[in-house]
């Protein structure tokens, strides 16, 4: 993607790639900011998802005020946060969320997770009218049967109607983010011609973790060789449709994926800098308040927003010093694709060790440290 193209997110590449190698010394640097923040605004959820990590469903306790939120919104772009990517739960379920849009929309460029089900023209319209730039909407089946049977009646129609709606509304960035099991895993190629059918500019799959409610469906995960030929398989796709971005949320996409290798190369280090952005070029925020490296895997406590300037907590963290440092172990530490991919770091932390080799990648390194 070209830079004029995502000017509506008010970051470039450049705020990427400087962070991670010095341009002379051409070691290891820290980005002073967070880039993106994302947000888990709400435990409520109005869906059952049989894979939801955080299993939602009810409001937690302690979930932010609105007035709370916007003081965390604020904290958010003092630190020089560019874009904060909202989700949950399911974040149309707070009746602040459009006061909450509008407001960051001022500072920060604004994104939303969404199951999509109460997704209708008139939120969607909201949504936009508030300053939400980027929308991400889960398909989880190219079919109303698979999709249902993941996340509940008439869900697959509700999402699809979304889609849609969002976008004959000309939001600037609409996009597919899917979760793949045993469950779908056959549907693939169809779900990606379904989003490109659809119009939407983006098209992301993870696979399921054994963790929230799948704790119980570890027989429909993925095994490890399927991950590698997910992501084998999306980097070739993407080939026969240009028109789509065609990515997953695993770091291990740009092992696979030549292209978005190259378009991530400093090119004074020559070096590859993205991958993993698990407290590198951003962090989590949890319901409650707490700041993360990442929400879904690893999320131990950095800091409070409540009670901490993020700024102060992203320069002063061990943890994230630990992680913007790259000196990860095992086989990612001796790896080829140490800075294009470092492994998912919450995936290393589940299994006990943030800066752990990644017990979920297929990839055997060429080089032998």
């Given amino acids: ?35 993106v923040i994302a947000w888990a605004l709400t435990h409520a959820c109005d869906l059952r998802c049989i894979h939801c990590v955080v299993e939602a469903g009810e409001p937690a306790e302690y979930e932010l005020s609105t007035e709370e939120a916007f003081m965390a919104i604020d904290n958010m772009a003092e630190a020089g946060t560019k874009h904060l990517l909202i989700a949950g739960g399911e974040p149309l379920v707070r009746k602040d969320i459009f006061a ?36 991400r909407i889960s398909l989880d089946g190219a079919k109303s049967k698979t999709h249902n049977s993941i996340r509940g009646k008439d869900s697959f129609e509700r999402a699809v109607e979304a ?27 169809e779900m990606i011609k379904l989003a490109s059918d659809l119009g939407v500019g983006v098209f992301e799959a993870g696979d399921m973790a054994p963790v929230g409610r799948a704790k119980k469906l570890v027989h429909l995960c993925l095994s490890i060789e399927q991950r590698g030929e997910m992501l084998r398989f999306l980097a070739e ?40 952005g698990a407290g590198i070029v951003g962090a989590g925020l949890t319901v409650d308040g707490k700041i993360v490296p990442c929400p879904l895997g690893l999320v131990a406590e950095v800091g409070d927003i409540r009670r901490d300037r993020l700024k102060d907590v992203w320069v002063n963290s061990p943890l994230l010093k630990k ?31 943030p800066m752990g080799e990644d017990p979920g990648c297929w990839y055997e390194p060429a080089l032998k440290k």
């Fill in 1 to 35: 993607m070209k830079e004029e193209e995502i000017t509506y997110l008010r970051f470039s590449p450049s705020d990427i790639l400087d962070f991670t190698w010095d341009k002379y010394q051409r070691k290891v640097s820290r980005l002073n900011h967070p880039v």
């Fill in 100 to 135: 909450l849009a509008e407001y960051a929309s001022k500072r920060l460029s604004v994104g939303i997770n969404t199951n999509g089900f109460s997704l209708n023209r008139s939120v969607a319209q909201r949504l936009k009218d508030a300053g939400v730039n980027q929308i």
């Fill in 163 to 189: 889609i849609e709606t969002c976008v004959s509304l000309g939001f600037p960035d609409v996009g597919i983010e899917a979760t793949i099991s045993l469950l779908n895993y056959e549907e693939l190629p």
């Fill in 237 to 276: 796709i993407q080939e026969a449709i240009p028109t789509l971005i065609i990515t997953s949320e695993l770091p291990h996409i740009f092992i696979v994926n030549k292209k978005m290798q190259n378009t991530c190369i400093d090119p004074y280090s020559k070096k590859v800098s993205l991958g993993c």
């Fill in 323 to 353: 992680l913007q440092s790259r000196k990860v172990g095992g086989k990612c530490g001796r790896c080829e694709y140490q800075y294009a991919c470092g492994g998912c770091r919450g995936a290393a932390a589940i299994a006990g060790d």
